[in-house]
């Protein structure tokens, strides 16, 4: 019997394939090497908690932070939660009587956006949602302008997962510092493949995930900044001493192999692969706008992921949209936020309406993507918005 063909995968922002030297790397973890790495009264335990210990460093190194400040949690989703939920406690416990101000923008993940409502309804702090701007930027003079005696984080994505607008992050970072207010960034969709200095960049608290750079899924980071100052959460789970008691519980071993291994593996080539991917973006954004003339460009022009190409298309209707676009892979309508149907938040923040953005698709592009992958999408898409206009006109 002859499997159907898959469609070809454009949902890199949404997940990417563990590599298989990731995954060569994790297998003895699972297996002959199944120690818990906090038993360190027998090989076993010394050996997974050896591969632990290189993870954090190969991570570490990427971020160029000390090791120490990398702590490994389930993913982005729990790094996000750890960094503004841990933090409100440990203020709410050090600063009787004066809630603090977070500053965050409403084209962050719902991760942190949700989380940070929450941090107002449950724990009484008091929060600032900025609206970015048309290309879903946020500007430094925005987060100026909303600043108040009582500010103590401002949370920014390095990069946004739906339409791939990269933040100023090392100008909002070092403004953060002088004026002594912590800085958060999730950093799910750009580590790996921008480069990250939180020295440079002036970053407190970072939240990266495993799954986005070909890593396996249910592990992240949050780094925590130890010194310059010393940040301290509060954490969310109780009940055992790992990760100095800030994120209790077993560490998945086999997960922070792949992690720390493909941490390795994104930075050994990431200007090289970066190259490539710009130029399939290139060539994706141009063969479609020039086309189609209903096809507007999510996202900043040139501040942009190479992984990311979202296009909106007026006057399209989503159903047609969504059965016309057989044999890709790709995120519709409203893109992160599948599994429900409201429209996305970023692509309403960025001014588009219900319609307009449940008439988006989300191309993410990746290591596996080709140049004749990206030829054959722009045939689909232009066969499709064609077909769809005479359906309109009947
Ligand atoms: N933040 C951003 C920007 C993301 O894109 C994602 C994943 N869609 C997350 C956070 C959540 O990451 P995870 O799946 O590791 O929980």
């Not at 460093?57 to 790094?79: D, N």
């Not at 946020?138 to 946004?160: D, E, G, H």
């Not at 050994?268 to 189609?292: C, F, N, P, W, Y």
């Not at 988006?360 to 992958?373: E, K, M, Q, S, W």
Request: one cysteine or more; proline letters at 5%.
């Amino acid at each position: 019997m002859n499997t159907p063909k898959r469609p070809i995968y454009f949902d890199y922002n949404a997940t990417t394939p563990v590599l298989p030297s990731v995954f060569e790397a994790m297998k003895p973890y699972f297996t002959e090497e199944f120690g818990n790495p906090s038993s360190l009264s027998h090989s076993y335990g010394w050996s997974a908690n050896m591969a632990v210990e290189k993870a954090r460093e190969q991570i570490a190194s990427a971020l160029h932070c000390r090791s120490k400040e990398v702590y490994f949690t389930s993913g982005a989703t729990e790094s996000n939660n750890l960094a503004i939920l841990g933090l409100v406690t440990k203020l709410g416990n050090q600063e009787e009587g004066s809630a603090p101000h977070f500053i965050t923008s409403q084209a962050e993940h719902k991760s942190v956006l949700e989380v940070c409502r929450l941090a107002q309804t449950r724990f009484g702090a008091e929060i600032t949602i900025i609206d970015p701007d048309r290309f879903g930027q946020v500007s430094l003079k925005q987060i100026q302008q909303s600043v108040q005696p009582n500010t103590r984080l401002i949370s920014v994505m390095m990069a946004n997962n739906e339409i791939g607008t990269i933040n100023p992050i090392a100008e909002i970072g070092k403004w953060a510092k002088s004026q002594n207010i912590l800085f958060h960034t999730d950093c799910a969709q750009s580590f790996g493949k921008l480069p990250i200095h939180v020295e440079d960049m002036a970053i407190d608290i970072l939240s990266l995930s495993g799954h986005k750079i070909y890593g396996p899924k249910g592990v992240g980071v949050l780094f925590v900044r130890s010194e310059n100052p010393s940040v301290e959460l509060l954490p969310l789970l109780s009940g055992g001493t790992q990760e100095h008691g800030i994120r209790p519980g077993t560490l998945n071993v086999p997960g922070i192999v792949g992690l720390g291994a493909a941490t390795e593996l994104a930075l050994s080539d990431m200007s090289t692969e970066s190259e490539r991917l710009k130029a399939l973006q290139k060539h994706l954004i141009s063969g479609v706008l020039s086309q189609l003339p209903e096809a507007t460009l999510n996202g900043h022009p040139t501040e942009r992921l190479a992984t990311n190409v979202s296009f909106s298309f007026s006057g399209l209707s989503a159903d047609i949209f969504a059965l016309g676009l057989n044999g890709l892979a790709l995120s519709a309508g409203s893109a992160c936020a599948s599994g429900t149907s409201s429209p996305s938040h970023v692509l309403k923040a960025i001014g588009h309406s219900d319609r307009l953005a449940r008439a988006t698709v989300r191309f993410g592009l990746g290591r596996l993507t080709t140049f004749a992958d990206i030829k054959l999408a722009i045939d689909k898409i232009v066969e499709m918005v064609v077909k769809s206009r005479q359906i309109s006109i009947v």
